[in-house]
C-alpha cells in the first residue's frame, strides 16, 4: 500500500469539502493527497451528454481549480490529479487499493434526517479493504480545511465479540496523529431474560458494564502502551449499540466504525450498526474494513 490519501471528486460541494477534509489528513501523515475524478460513459445514456471534449475540459477545470485550493491552503503538500473511467465505485475502490486512505463526501438532509449514503459511496464502502472516510458538508456549505472541528475526541465503536485490532489501530494512529483524546465504545442491551424482574436491571447492568469496561481495557491496553501519548478512556453504554454510538459521537472530530469483509456476493456487506452511523452521525465516518 502506497503513502498517499485519495479523494474522490464529482463536482459537488461535498466532494469539495471531502477534499479540504483529505488535504488536512495528507498534510498531517506527510503524504501526497490524490485528487481523482470517475467518468462513466454508457453506450445508451437515457439522457443526452455532454461530448468528450466538453467533458474532458470540465474535469480537468474541477481538478486543477481544487488543486490550486488546497495548495493555497498547504503550499508544501505534494497535491497529484488524475481521470479514470468506468464504473465510478470499481474506479474508486481500485484507487483506494493504492492508498493508506481513500475520502468521499456524503450530502446531508438535516439533523433530524440523518445523511445521504449514495449508490457510489456505498458501493463503494462495502467493497473497499482500505479505510475510507464520509465527510459530511456542514450546513450545505462547502467547508475550507480549517473549518472542521479540531478540539473534539476521536469515537471508535468496538463489538468484543469481534477482532478489533485494525479499528483499535486505525484509531490510536489517528488519535496520535491529531493530538486529540479517544473513546473506545462498546454499547449493549440488557438480555431478554433480564425483563421480567425490572427491579433487578440496575444492579445486573452495573455489574454487567463493569465486567465489560474490564474486558474493553484489557483489550485496548497493548495499543495504549504503543501509544502513551493519547488520552484513551472506555465507555461501555446500555442501549441500541447503533443508536448509543451515533450519540457518542456528537462533537466527534471522527467516528471510527468497522466493516466484516464478506468474500460472497450475497447478504448485507455493511453491517446494521455501521450502517446507522454512516446515515446519522454529523462527524466525518471512518470505515475500517476487517476480516
Known amino acids: 500500500m502506497a503513502n498517499l490519501v485519495t479523494v474522490g471528486l464529482d463536482g459537488s460541494r461535498e466532494s469539495v469539502t471531502a477534499a479540504f477534509w483529505a488535504a488536512r489528513e495528507a498534510s498531517l501523515r506527510s503524504v501526497p493527497l490524490d485528487l481523482v475524478h470517475v467518468e462513466e460513459w454508457l453506450d445508451r445514456p437515457p439522457l443526452p451528454v455532454a461530448s468528450a471534449e466538453v467533458q474532458r ?170 501509544f502513551p501519548e493519547v488520552k484513551a478512556d472506555v465507555q461501555v453504554r446500555v442501549g441500541q449499540p447503533a443508536m448509543q454510538l451515533v450519540e457518542a459521537a456528537q462533537g466527534a472530530a471522527l467516528v471510527v466504525v468497522g466493516r466484516r469483509i464478506r468474500r460472497s456476493a450475497f447478504g448485507a456487506h455493511m453491517g446494521s450498526i455501521t450502517h446507522a452511523v454512516l446515515h446519522h452521525a454529523a462527524a466525518p465516518v471512518a470505515v475500517v474494513a476487517h476480516e
Request: charged fraction near 15%.
Open 57 to 226: 475540459r470540465w474535469t480537468e477545470g474541477l481538478l486543477r481549480e481544487a488543486s490550486e485550493e488546497v495548495q493555497r491552503l498547504y503550499p508544501d503538500l505534494e497535491v497529484t490529479s488524475r481521470r479514470m473511467h468506468g464504473i465510478p465505485s470499481t474506479a474508486l475502490i481500485q484507487a483506494a487499493a493504492s492508498s493508506d486512505l481513500l475520502v468521499l463526501g456524503s450530502r446531508g438532509l438535516g439533523t433530524m434526517a440523518g445523511f445521504i449514503l449514495g449508490s457510489v459511496a456505498s458501493d463503494t464502502v462495502a467493497g473497499a479493504v482500505h479505510p475510507v472516510v464520509l465527510v459530511r458538508s456542514p450546513h450545505g456549505t462547502v467547508a475550507p480545511a480549517e473549518g472542521f472541528s479540531t478540539k473534539g475526541a476521536i469515537v471508535v465503536g468496538v463489538d468484543l465479540g469481534r477482532p478489533c485490532d485494525g479499528l483499535l489501530a486505525f484509531a490510536f494512529e489517528e488519535a496520535s496523529r491529531h493530538g486529540c483524546p479517544l473513546h473506545v465504545v462498546h454499547a449493549w442491551t440488557a438480555p431478554p431474560v433480564l425483563s421480567y424482574a425490572p427491579s433487578l436491571d440496575p444492579g445486573v447492568q452495573v455489574e454487567m458494564s463493569h465486567a465489560l469496561a474490564t474486558d474493553l481495557g484489557a483489550m485496548m491496553g497493548p495499543w495504549s502502551e504503543k
